[in-house]
DNA sequence: ATCATGATAGCCT
DNA sequence: GGCTATCATGATT
């Protein structure tokens, strides 16, 4: 009764499920090995009417186009040096997404610690960057589903509490830089900042 | 605090 | 085909 949660999870909105993937395990599984961890942080990134989104103004590229269809498949993008994944949700046609921003080692923390060359465990996934990196993840998963393997998210906890605030690494997008569409588990020590 | 890193997109000519 | 910016990170001052 492994808890895989059901493709319908992620029609809800942004700001909801950026809240509820919080406690929830995204693991990466492959006939080798299962990698996992406890999602901690998270943001919302809201279409049409958000500056900070890739998708601002319906904004309709070959990158995002996921975006604009199903809710549940995986949007990555390359950021510099480093794979970020993001969730795709809302209707089909609204170009929400929700990047996972930090995570809690969970299932394979010495690959992990491998992967990530040798860092204390306290350093494996606390930021975007590093918890793909952490569970190898990369550009691959893009436009996957995220409700089946090799790449998905299943039941965890509930949080006792949940913190916003504005969101990170915004910084030039107008207003949209001081909307608290960042959650995270109130006191977790894997928070990203 | 700033800087180098260096994949890819998006936009311009 | 060139130019510029980017939802970061690690190293360095």
Redesign the pocket.
């Known amino acids: 009764m492994n808890s895989t949660i059901k493709k319908d999870f992620f029609l809800k909105p942004a700001l909801q499920l950026a809240k509820e993937l919080l406690g929830c395990i995204l693991v990466h599984r492959t006939d080798e090995l299962e990698l996992s961890g406890m999602i901690v942080e998270t943001?919302a990134?809201m279409g049409p009417d958000?500056r900070?989104?890739?998708?601002f103004q319906n904004?309709?590229?070959?990158?995002?186009?996921i975006m604009f269809h199903e809710p549940g498949f995986i949007?990555t993008?390359?950021?510099?040096?480093?794979t970020?994944i993001?969730v795709v949700c809302g209707e089909i046609g609204i170009p929400n997404?929700i990047?996972i921003?930090?995570l809690e080692p969970v299932d394979g923390i010495e690959k992990m610690i491998e992967f990530?060359?040798n860092?204390p465990i306290s350093?494996l996934t606390?930021?975007?960057?590093?918890?793909?990196?952490a569970l190898n993840i990369t550009?691959e998963s893009y436009g996957k589903p995220i409700w089946l393997p090799p790449v998905y998210i299943k039941e965890g906890i509930k949080p006792e509490h949940i913190s916003s605030g504005p969101?990170?690494?915004?910084e030039?997008?107008g207003e949209a830089r001081d909307y608290p569409w960042r959650f995270w588990i109130t006191e977790n020590k894997f928070v990203?900042?």
């Not at 904004?59 to 186009?65: D, I, N």
């Not at 993008?77 to 480093?82: I, L, R, S």
């Not at 969101?167 to 915004?170: P, T, W, Y």
């Open positions: 943001e990134y958000d900070a989104a890739h998708s904004r309709r590229t070959k990158r995002t186009e949007y993008y390359q950021m510099h040096t480093h970020l993001n997404a990047l921003r930090a990530r060359k860092q350093n606390n930021g975007p960057g590093k918890l793909t990196k550009m969101r990170i690494g915004i030039n997008t990203s900042r």
